[in-house]
């Protein structure tokens, strides 16, 4: 595959607009897109102030981050997608929801463009099958907050194509960032393990073995996390957290 030059990223929210200054810092240009003007405007503002932090650390000059702002460009329309070379969805944990904007983006996109997914969760192979080109379809788990922390996660559905894999991989490299590849599994890698922690750290709450305080202590000292489990809860948000249980199968409560 070509270069990647342009890439769309659909969805303004952290993670969004995270993904979206990560690949304008490094060159690439970027349409953000969300259906919510008003969040777009939030989103610059954020993604404005987060790479200043960069420049007043001494990690990025003041006209490379003038350069990396003007690199993105915001719209509510997903047809502006129509040129890009590669588009992140970073929207809603919903799999319904998911499914339509790809059958959309099959529409929009042009024919070689890569599909990718930001979902921590949800199955790519489902996800491919909305579109005509599953073999261009793939997860592309960014961790939170993009631009800081080093790994993403990239899941391979059935059909994912060796090309698509390594173009995305490429990508991730070129974005400063370490990979690790997953199979199409319930989870993937980083949730399967985390969210059954975290909903025992609930349990272990809920029957009194211990105090929040010390269960994040121990955990943090006693396996050497910089968070404990409830903590990071807390940091995730409860209502995440739940969506990833029970698009993981790890649904406690029936």
């Not at 952290?14 to 953000?32: E, K, P, T």
């Not at 997608?81 to 529409?107: G, R």
């Not at 909305?130 to 993009?146: K, L, Y």
Request: glycine share 8%; net charge neutral; aromatic share 8%.
């Amino acid at each position: 595959m070509a270069e990647i030059k342009a890439i769309g990223v659909i969805g303004s929210g952290q993670m969004g607009s995270g993904i979206a200054q990560l690949a304008a810092m490094y060159g690439i240009d970027v349409w953000l897109v969300d259906t919510d003007t008003e969040a777009l405007t939030r989103a610059t503002k954020s993604i404005s102030t987060s790479i200043q932090r960069f420049v007043a650390k001494g990690n990025f000059t003041q006209a490379a981050g003038t350069d990396a702002l003007k690199r993105i460009q915001c719209t509510s329309n997903v047809k502006e997608l129509h040129s890009v070379d590669f588009v992140i969805e970073a929207i809603v944990e919903s799999e319904d929801v998911k499914k339509k904007l790809f059958l959309q983006l099959d529409k929009v996109a042009k024919s070689s463009a890569i599909l990718a997914t930001n979902t921590s969760s949800i199955s790519i192979t489902r996800l491919a099958s909305s579109t005509s080109r599953p073999r261009q379809v793939i997860g592309m788990h960014f961790m939170n907050p993009p631009p800081i922390m080093k790994l993403v996660e990239i899941i391979r559905g059935a059909d994912t194509s060796d090309e698509t894999f390594s173009a995305t991989k490429s990508l991730a490299e070129r974005f400063g960032k370490i990979t690790v590849c997953s199979q199409d599994f319930s989870g993937f890698i980083v949730n399967r393990i985390l969210m059954p922690m975290i909903n025992e750290a609930f349990f272990a709450l809920y029957t009194g073995v211990a105090t929040k305080e010390d269960i994040d202590t121990g955990m943090k000292l006693g396996t050497n996390q910089p968070m404990g489990p409830l903590e990071l809860a807390d940091f995730i948000g409860l209502d995440v957290c739940l969506s990833i249980m029970k698009a993981s199968s790890y649904w406690p409560w029936g």
